[in-house]
């Protein structure tokens, strides 16, 4: 229960859907871990581990809970202050997302798709591994541009003062 209940609150009855999608992680039990914090990322990390494509269906389960189904729909901005936190705990699963084939199909109507991307800009393209590797590429070629320019210069002064 406790995965259940970082997503829908201490207490809360969760769904028939929400129970069969985490069922097969509430057997996992965190090893080595001082805090809460470190145990849930642990459990987490684990969980995605064992069952492949698990947020594609953990995403679609909220949509059973009326709350979550109407931040869903209106495509709510969630609070800066909470955001951190939710990010930290729900970060593992969106990136398990980005991995899955809803995501590459590119459906934009998909929970996990509006979690994720539009709801915690976990998509933004200047936190994705490919920007990273674009802009060294062409800081890259720039040093390389500009170290040829500089040689040509000089080189080809060197040769007309020789002259």
Known sequence: M?????F???GAIPSPKQKEVLAPCESIVPDGCKTV???TSLIIEKCIEKVPG???ALFEAMQEDPKSAEALRRRQQIPSDAKAKIEQLIGPF???FMTTHEYKKG???HPGYIFCCEMLD???FYVQTWFYIVCGVVGLLLLVGIAGGAFFFFYSKRKRMGK
């Open 37 to 39: 914090e470190e145990c």
């Open 107 to 109: 459906n934009k109507d």
């Open 2 to 6: 406790m995965l259940l209940n970082l």
């Open 94 to 96: 969106c990136k398990d």
């Open 54 to 56: 698990i947020s594609v």
């Open 8 to 10: 829908k609150g201490p």
């Open 122 to 124: 976990y998509c933004s």
